[in-house]
Structure formats: structure tokens, C-alpha cells
């Protein structure tokens, strides 16, 4: 995970910015097979819109 800032803000020390949670798995799952994030090099920003435009309507 990476956050950029693309102007300058001020971040105080105890301030929380993130929260990731890891949960265990349980029965039957589908493999991650998108892809959109595979073999980058670099900074990637978020390609959630891909997933918004592929929704059925």
C-alpha cells in the first residue's frame, strides 16, 4: 500500500491514515484473476474504474 500526496498536507505524529484488516478464509473461494495490478513497476494509481465500467447496468 502506498499513499502519494499530489499537494502538501500536514500529517501529526499519532494520526492514524490507514487500517488494513486480514481475514481468515473459510469454504470454497475464486482465485484473484484481474490482473490490472500484475507486473507494474512503479507508482500505480487505482484502476477501481475498471471494475465500475465492467459492472452490468
Not at 501529526?12 to 492514524?16: I, N
Not at 487500517?19 to 478464509?25: D, E, K, R, V
Given at each position: 500500500l502506498e499513499i502519494f500526496c499530489v499537494q502538501p498536507i500536514r500529517i501529526?505524529?499519532?494520526?492514524?491514515v490507514c487500517?488494513?484488516?486480514?481475514?481468515?478464509?473459510e469454504g470454497d473461494f475464486d482465485r484473484y484473476r484481474s490482473g490490472k495490478y500484475q507486473h507494474n513497476r512503479g507508482i500505480q494509481p487505482s484502476l477501481l474504474y475498471r471494475d465500475l465500467l465492467a459492472r452490468p447496468k
Open positions: 501529526y505524529a499519532g494520526v492514524e487500517q488494513i484488516y486480514y481475514h481468515t478464509i
